[in-house]
């Protein structure tokens, strides 16, 4: 996740600056830069890697000021070379971005039409080049700020700094978290409460949609019409924490809204935005590419949320590369003597890299000479270094010992890795590729829209907490998120939940269907959407309660009197599994809080199982 730090201050700011991005470390990054305005002259420093390198360009030729923003880069658009990091320039204006702008090439479009020129292949630049044109329109800094806001698209948080004022930041959230620290005489503006926790306690959080004048005497927070809103001031406990849960009751919630940010930037790893194709990571020196188009089977090994994830992806890789997939519970995959070909792939999931099943599941397919690759959150872990190939989650640390934005970043790359598949082995064109990372470039502005819901699926949650079991049912890859949503329930409230495939119902299940069943579907409208109504119908009959997640069309079209519903947005069939996900957390979640029980750290259960 990229890292956002602004002061407008009465001293230099630009070490200090750099001093609360280090504390923004934790997030990952590949670029950094500073920008400050000292009479009346923008100035930057940018650099590569880590930010000892920036450290060694300032101490070589320093940026004077007392106001100034800082930013840690994650690459999605472009390169992670210094002419992509940030902050970026145009008249008199400097930003830096968090997130993804979707509408960026219409808005460079009609910039360059007007005569405005780009350096950089970023997204980001577009919002520099906005403000400055509201601003050569004649708008003042804050309605050019406002007015350049209000037409993004995407999930974004950024900082706006102005040539023509050495008293003014204009911050903006719509997804990404953005913090306001409260000091005496100073103002400052972070991703997150570390990075402000040597400058103050008194911290306020903007909310979507929001946008703040920040001045040294304080600040205004507006909403996108103009309107002034109020957020509450509170004291956070940054100092004390490595990562902070900021404005959130738990780890695990400040997690799941953490996943607009982590999705985009876990897409950006292995898709091209600018030239929307998918364009897998460059390799180190000690791994090896995979050549899809020479596989005949894919085996793919991982433990509980993870090889829910895999489990997904059997459908894409199957179904986009027509490639078949066998996937595998790691404790039982480790002991059945598989008869593996010389020349497969096995693939291992897993959040930490050092779940024990699966290491020793990759320890059994390397002596099978099995080109082995990973999907790991951390690149040191043992997995990872075990692997031919590594395929990094973006997701930053998870606290929570349920798992949320480290599933939904799995599942980023498998979607990423299943379009790679399929352009390699030759069944999908130029055309659907460009049109399928379109789709995938939408996955973390339909995220942030699902996170809107939260208060009616905390309402919802309430009437599970008194019930003994729970069935969750779903078709297609909405069968394996249907196991999950059972998982993460089990895990967090202790209540009994099971998950079947919807056309196994009547197989069996449907003798379990009374009044004090609830039933949960997981059902956008799709090509199969018909086939699991008639199963909710089958459920109805029996006076089972069903919840209902679906989109617009197939909440009008299922026609379920006394079915509760979540209506999700209407999304592309790719991204479905990743966002759907969000509901199904956000329910164990409220249910589990209700119920009163330690959501962070559910009994009898470890972050990391590291023993068999």
Known sequence: MCGIVGIVGTRPVAPLIVDALKRLEYRGYDSAGVATLSEGNLDRRRAEGKLVNLENRLEFDPLAGNIGIGHTRWATHGAPVEVNAHPHFSTKVAVVHNGIVENFRELRTELQADGFTFS????????????????????????????????????????????????????????????????????????DAVALAPFTNRITYLEDGDWAVIRRDGM?????????????????????????????????????????????????????FNEQKVALHEMSETEQPIDFASLDRLNITACGTAYLAGYTSKY???RLARLPVDIDVASEFRYREVPMSKSGLSLFISQSGETADTLAGLKYCEAEGQHLAAIVNVRESTIARSSHSVFPTLAGPEIGVASTKAFTCQLSVLASLAVAAGVQRGHIDRE???????????????????????????????????????????????????????????????????AYAAGELKHGPIALIDEEMPVVVIAPHDRIFEKTVSNMQEVAARGGKIILITDPRGAEEAGMDGAELIVMPSMPEIITPIIYSLPIQMLAYHTAVHMGTDVDQPRNLAKSVTVE
Request: zero cysteines; aromatic letters at 6%.
């Open 120 to 191: 950089s292949q970023t997204d980001t630049e577009v919002i520099a080049h906005l403000v400055a044109k509201g601003m050569k329109d004649g708008l003042s800094p804050e309605k050019a700020a406002q007015s350049a806001i209000s037409r993004l698209t995407g999930a974004f948080a950024l900082a706006i700094m102005f040539g023509t004022d050495s008293n003014l930041i204009v911050a903006g959230r719509n997804g990404p978290p953005l913090a306001i620290g409260h000091g005496a005489g100073e103002m400052y503006l972070g991703s």
């Open 432 to 498: 659907r590729e460009t049109k399928l990372v379109a789709e995938l470039s939408e996955a973390p502005r339909y995220a942030n829209e699902v996170l809107k819901l939260e208060e009616e699926i905390r309402q919802l949650a309430h009437s599970l907490a008194n019930k003994q079991h729970i069935l969750y049912l779903g078709r297609d890859t909405n069968y394996p998120l249907a196991m999950e949503g059972a998982l993460k329930l089990k895990e967090l409230s202790y209540i009994h939940a099971e």
């Open 220 to 272: 205004q927070i507006f909403d996108l019409d103009g309107n002034t809103v109020e957020r509450a001031q509170q004291t956070s406990v940054g100092s004390a924490l490595m990562v902070d849960k900021g404005n959130h009751r738990h780890f695990m919630i400040k997690e799941i809204y953490e996943q607009p940010e982590v999705i985009g930037h876990t897409l950006a790893h292995y898709v091209d």
């Open 316 to 318: 894409w890789f199957e």
